[in-house]
């Protein structure tokens, strides 16, 4: 039929066609219309970073700007040198996915064609288990029904969000009108985040970075989240964390307390920290100015090692457990940041 008329290309052409919708689905969280109305030229590159130009048809904004991945970048270059091969109806040159047929009424592949090939994917994978059992401590199936083109674009907010990231960069990564509706993926149980809080608590470190556990209780009655760990100076928890005369530097501190799920934060501010001693040493800044930063790279990295050292140490499934749990609280505190 015309939903799948197309015979005209191979099928391994045919096969790379779906396989690369698919990514550009998984990897950027776009809207079905969104994805397959790109144009043939949607990619841009700016200083080695690859960018996809698309257009927000629900909101009438065109040619928006999203940062990706360069795995997704070249997965698109791949179907676009592919795609030049192939004689396809002419009035769809311009789009990345064209139609495929002279019958269609669209000049790029429609949604319901991304929805339906999807669904014949879904289909014919083998078994999917969800979490959890059943009564009879089977483990339980995933309802397929789940898997269509908008659930992908759940998934790619719920990624970020549970990572930690802003949710004004949210914001801007889905270009939602409402940062309510980015708030959405920031939701946190009080009951998850009380767990979290208890699993991680016997792994926050000092800042030598030796083992300084405590009850639950005590890690949050007794501390404040800062940028890059727990802080127990007690004016400074006080204020809610906004009380610190040496703010970020928190690894030069005796108050200073992180714990794993600050691991992503701490490795980001290292490489700011070593963007910037790089910056001041081309402006032939002061030897103490680097001295300074270099301190902080160092006392950070010591933190980093030595975590990482602990969590080695550790069983696969403890270090899964403190994973999730980190997962939780990176996401509590970004909606809470942005409340």
Known sequence: ??????????????QLLY??????LRDTGRRPLEIVSLARDCLETHNGQPTLIWDNHKRKRHRRRLPITTSTA?????WQARRDQLHLPAK???????????????????????????????DALPPLHAEGTDSQ???????????????FRHSY??????????????????DHKSIAMTQRYYTVSLKRKSEAVA?????????????????????????????????????????????????????????????????????????????????????????????ALTAQITAYQRVIDRMNTHLASLPASERAQIEEASSVLRKARAGDNHT
């Open 74 to 78: 070249d997965a698109i270059r791949t």
């Open 199 to 291: 699993k991680l608590s016997a792994h926050v470190l000092d800042q030598h970075g030796h083992l300084s556990p405590s009850s639950s209780t005590a890690y949050e009655m007794r501390s404040v989240a800062v940028p890059y760990g727990g802080c127990t100076e007690p004016s400074n928890v006080k204020a809610g964390g906004q009380a610190c005369p040496i703010r970020f530097q928190c690894a030069g501190c005796g108050f200073y307390r992180p714990d794993p799920s600050y691991l992503p934060a701490i490795e980001h501010h290292i490489n700011e920290l070593r963007a910037d001693r790089e910056t001041a040493l081309a402006m032939g800044a002061a030897e103490f100015v680097t001295t």
């Open 92 to 122: 769809g040159d311009r789009y990345l996915f064209p139609s495929l047929t002279p019958l269609s009424d669209a000049p790029h592949i429609s949604s319901t064609y991304l929805s339906d090939a999807l669904r014949l994917w879904a």
């Open 157 to 174: 907010a719920q990624r970020h969000a549970d990572a930690g990231t802003p949710v004004d960069v949210l914001r801007e990564l889905m």
């Open 1 to 14: 039929g015309n939903t799948y008329g197309c015979r005209d290309i191979a099928p391994d052409a045919r």
């Open 19 to 24: 396989r690369t919708m698919y990514i550009v």
């Open 137 to 151: 401590g089977q483990r339980l199936l995933f309802d397929r029904s789940l898997i269509y083109p908008y659930a």
